[in-house]
């Protein structure tokens, strides 16, 4: 039985060009460190093609988040594999804001909310599990994801683990 369904894409414009400006810095700075002092057609090529790589590994990147009976399914589509997080391993859950500071920035990464998974916004669900480690699942959502873990504890509760 599925509680709740939500895909999300990278989709602001002005995130998009942050990320060029990103890898181009970071490109440029290590062709800089590597090449000679001027930029060779070939250091150009490879500054391009990193480019253009990231760009379409992002435009068909996607989070897709999933409760049902047993877990909340954490999919990030063409960039990371996918994390079960077994409902019983569910300590507490919470809708709310974060930071840039706590999440760490957009994707897949390590933040001050523990491991995060985003894609824009700032809005989301905090879990914290059982063995002390934390996940912050972005969301559009996020007070309709909170409620839909919710109700998936309480049924589970209710009808007994289904999970050993």
Avoid: C
């Avoid at 760490?104 to 905090?126: E, K, P």
């Avoid at 909170?146 to 589970?156: E, H, P």
């Amino acid at each position: 039985m599925s509680y709740f369904h939500e895909e999300q894409r990278f989709a602001r414009s002005w995130a998009w060009l942050l990320v060029v400006i990103f890898i181009l810095g970071a490109v440029g700075l290590a062709l800089a460190v590597t090449a000679s002092p001027a930029m060779t057609p070939l250091a150009t090529a490879v500054a391009a093609i990193t480019v253009l790589a990231v760009l379409a590994v992002l435009s068909i990147a996607r989070l897709e988040t999933d409760v049902n009976a047993d877990e909340v399914v954490i999919a990030f589509r063409g960039i990371w594999p996918t994390r079960r997080v077994k409902l019983a391993d569910i300590v507490a859950h919470e809708a709310r804001r974060y930071s840039l500071l706590e999440s760490g920035g957009w994707g897949v990464h390590w933040g001050l909310a523990g491991m995060t998974y985003n894609v824009s916004g700032d809005r989301g669900v905090h879990l914290r599990l059982r063995d002390g480690k934390r996940v912050l699942i972005g969301s559009r959502r996020a007070d309709e994801l909170d409620a839909a873990i919710g109700k998936a504890l309480t049924m589970r509760s209710v009808t007994g683990d289904r999970l050993p």
